[in-house]
């Protein structure tokens, strides 16, 4: 090679090195965000959400723009971006790790332990604590407990405390000549082997889904461990360092589910996908949450009752979702401030007509009837307000987003058929080591 | 050897200034992203509290322990080797078949195109429904007097479940090239291997087949590529299981990096991933030679 072909190559290399640095430097700070960094005038706060609903997004919009009414020269603006990616908590990693860090979050409760354990939320007690009238202790302790640390700290407002409950196709029963179960609900009768039983006939008699859990699909597993709770069955111990899946509760219950899949009480499991709504019309019963009765309308004679009693007796379970200060929050100062405002009593109230309120002094027919409009107020109160109080949050783990897959990869064969105990033996020693930390 | 760098003024800068933009694409949103991917591999990563520590190759030593992984690459390597033999074999039949005159081959044509310009989503939920226990396919089995099998969640029949969703997805484009491939293979060499006596599958087997050789190579390739970079299906249809029997490698990705929130590690499952890709592209690539016609 001459010098001149030597100089000619290694400036052609120099050259397309210089711009591969350049088009680096640009991604890197593209990927660096860009905050607001201004430490002094009224700040802009976004806050990021599960839902798109126009309704929900104006109520918020409206309390958001009285916050900056009143509070101008802290907060200059407050929007509220849904998050579309199906996967709401991929979608917001996304949107973190590409330097776009929102304010506020919706957070559900999946991932509440788990952030707050990791350090992700805010803590926002004193904040809260601090504003007159606020009245910490009117939120439901059950409901606060998965968003406190050991320490007192209080990283969310759990904005939506809502319970399971049992939805019956009145007209499926019918049809098949079953009995009205609404009128076994506060007697031993109302149990889920009776409940079951009418949910094979049913299936039997008209070829409808018998009795389905519709946020189940086999990545969301504990849409249905979760029930076993009426057996005495929790997945793991309460301080989550032991694996309970091998426990005999815990057997006892997925072998019951088996056997009800067996006789098609239950529909079988298929992949990954999820079983039929209730408001299909083809389902007799389907435990869902109370946002589920928003979809339901007149085309058939349904009922809301409480969650059955199993052979451990009767445990209530919410699903929530909270709102928190993101740790990586640039302005967390004004968006606790904002926090405190969106989630006081009155503002609360306001909340409470689209997501079941977890404050003790909301819990009444006259405000719940907002959130559920189509509910008796002799559904709301037997399935929610006597319920709400002692029900437990669906079972949550700091860690469990890193041994979710291996629970799921180990009940698939129990789904399929397969033997309970050697597949709960197996999770267990897959996860042990996971809890035990 | 003469300099092919375009010179000033010349038609050379024209054609620079025309690939210009989708070479600045293919290094802005895939070179430099997978550089990064490289980088993040080396690390602990958690957006979500924006803790990133330097770890070297401990990600790369734990996917080596991992037995969720090794399950993936099985899963991968089969998956993508049922696409690859199924797809060729669908594809270069139907091409056969359709590759003459008559009335309403235009139409047939169609029909066997349609699902690649069909959303993955919508199809994959389809299959969904046509393979469910109590779905279409185990109704016409039933007809049949056959107990049909829960198809995606059985560990026997949700691989191949999958690799059929996939291969009838595809296999229309495929189909479509060795049409092409099979048009300009010339009726002459046909005729003269016929009047020397050969038949049909003779003739397929040593005329048509070698003369359409590239087209299977550029297909086995593109197949290839495709069949292990599968996800959706897998997302909709069986979330990994039954098992890890369809935990397929991007969809491990996924769950690693969005649900457990480790993007160093799914980073690495992605350095991986690509490594695979290219082995296997290049394995075909330098084994050209030896079964394709023309090639040099």
Known sequence: ?437 | MSSRRPRPGGNGWLGVAFVAPQVLGVIVLGVVPFIFVIWYSFNEWRPLTGEMEFIGLDNYYRLVADPTFSASIIASLLFSAGVLVLNLVIAISLAVLLNRRMKGITGFRTIFFSPVVVSVVAWSVTWGFLLAPDGGINGALAILGIDGPNWLADPSTALISLVVVQVFKGVGMNMVLFLAALQSVPEEIREAAHLDGAGPWRSFRSITVPMIAPTILLTGILTTIGSLEVFAPVQLLTGGGPGDTTNVLPFFLYRTAFISQQFGYASAIGVVLFAIILALTMLQWTTRRRWVHDEV
């Open chain 1, 1 to 437: 090679m001459s010098p001149k072909e030597y100089f000619m190559r290694a400036t052609r290399s120099r050259g397309a090195a210089i711009a591969l640095t350049g088009v680096l430097a640009v991604s890197l700070s593209a990927c660096g965000g860009g905050g607001d960094s201004s430490a002094s005038g009224p700040v802009d706060l976004k806050m990021a959400l599960w839902s798109s609903n126009e309704d929900h997004l104006a109520l918020l919009q409206e309390i958001g723009d009285a916050y900056t009414a009143e509070h101008g020269d802290e907060v200059a603006s407050i929007t509220f971006e849904p998050v579309t990616n199906p996967d709401y908590i991929a979608g917001l990693t996304t949107q973190i790790a590409g330097g776009d860090v929102p304010d506020l979050a919706w957070i559900p409760e999946a991932s509440g332990p788990e952030f707050v354990d990791a350090g992700i939320l805010h803590d926002v007690r004193d904040t809260l604590e601090g504003v007159d009238g606020y009245d910490l202790d009117d939120i439901l302790p059950a409901a606060l407990e998965p968003w406190q640390d050991d320490d007192g700290g209080v990283y969310a407002y759990p904005f939506s405390n809502s319970p399971f409950a049992l939805y019956v196709n009145q007209d499926l029963l019918a049809a098949a000549g079953q009995p009205d179960v609404t009128t076994l609900v506060g007697t031993p009768e109302y149990t889920w082997a009776t409940i079951t039983d009418v949910a094979a006939a049913t299936n039997g008699a008209t070829g409808a889904a018998g009795l389905n859990v519709p946020t189940f699909t086999t990545t969301n597993w504990s849409a249905v461990t979760m029930l076993g709770n009426a057996w005495g069955a929790a997945p793991w111990s309460e301080d989550g360092a032991t694996c309970e899946f091998a426990s005999p509760e815990m057997v006892d219950y997925l072998t019951w589910y088996q056997d009800q899949i067996a006789r098609g009480a239950i529909p079988a499991v298929s992949g990954n996908a999820a079983p039929a709504a209730f408001a299909s019309g083809d389902v007799a019963f389907s435990v869902a949450q109370l946002s589920q009765s928003g979809s339901l309308d007149d085309s058939f004679e349904w009922s809301f009752l409480p969650l059955p009693a199993g052979p451990d007796g009767y445990h209530p379970i919410v699903g929530q979702a909270g709102v928190s200060v993101l740790e990586r929050s640039e302005h967390q100062e004004q968006a606790a401030g904002f926090l405190a405002y969106l989630t006081n009593p009155a503002n609360a109230e306001l909340l409470s007509q689209f997501f079941p309120p977890p404050r003790a002094s909301l819990l009444n027919v006259e405000t719940l009837s907002q959130a559920a409009p189509k509910l008796t107020p002799e559904e709301i109160q037997t399935a929610i307000i006597d319920v709400v109080p002692e029900a437990q949050v669906k079972p949550q783990h700091p860690v469990l987003s890193q041994f979710t897959d291996k629970v799921r990869a180990g009940l698939d064969p129990v789904w399929a058929g397969g033997d309970v105990e050697t597949a709960v033996t197996g999770i267990c020693e897959q996860i042990s080591p996971t809890l035990e930390g």
